[in-house]
């Protein structure tokens, strides 16, 4: 797989996706019965940190860390709520101050770092992570040769796994939302298709089209159901060893 990385277009992309689905309400509302109010949160590899926005009462403080200064110049203020864009590696940043809750979705290599995650926060981690190890967004391998996304990504079940295995102290959430992709008309639809796989026009076979991208009053919409699960640690009841 190519090395995922954001273009002005594809930013554009995401952020109408985020406005459509109700993925990232239900998070934050997981999050928030388990924390209550939070004033602060850092979101690590945040890209165009779409939680922040469903946090209520609002955060005072989103510290935005991530390695594309594109992405991060084009997160949206937030009224009332101060953003730091950090251009850095979520794995090696260090905070002069610990944020209320730290937030990291779907990158690997966190099962290896939860204890440094959660010494990091002043009061909680969430880690948003895949359920399944393939996972057919869009169903673009069942209509085209793609292979799956990510089957060595890190899922849920590793991430549930090194938790249980490390005795952590932890809650485990499922969601399951829906998270099309809008489009304005079918040229549109073409540059995502070639973008994210690498699939030109001509490789689009003409079912696809009939049977999964709808007619929408945007224009089109490419379904998809994403399933995730929410991992919640509380710093302050882990066992005495796990600082």
Known sequence: GTMFRWTEESIGWFQRAADRTGYYRRTAGHILDFCGPLESMADLGCGLAPLAPHMSPPLKTLRAVDISS??????????????????????????????????????????????????????????????????????????????????????????????????????????????????RDLREFYRFMDHYYGLPEEKIPAGYLKEVLKEDPEGYYLPYRKESVLFLLDRHVQPENKE
Not at 86 to 101: F, H, I
Not at 116 to 131: H, K, N, Q, T
């Open 70 to 183: 594109l992405v991060l110049q084009a997160i949206p203020e937030i009224p009332g709520m101060r953003i730091q864009r950090e251009e850095a590696d979520w794995q090696t940043w260090e905070p002069p101050e610990k944020p209320d809750l730290v937030y990291i979705s779907y990158v690997g290599g966190v099962r290896e770092r939860i204890g440094r995650l959660l010494g990091v926060s002043g009061r909680a981690l969430a880690i948003l992570a895949p359920a399944g190890g393939k996972e057919d967004a869009f169903q673009v391998s069942q209509w085209m040769d793609v292979e799956p996304s990510g089957p060595g990504r890190e899922t849920a079940e590793h991430i549930g796994e090194s938790l249980r295995t490390g005795g952590w102290d932890f809650r485990e959430i499922p969601i399951s939302e829906e998270f099309g992709q809008p489009f």
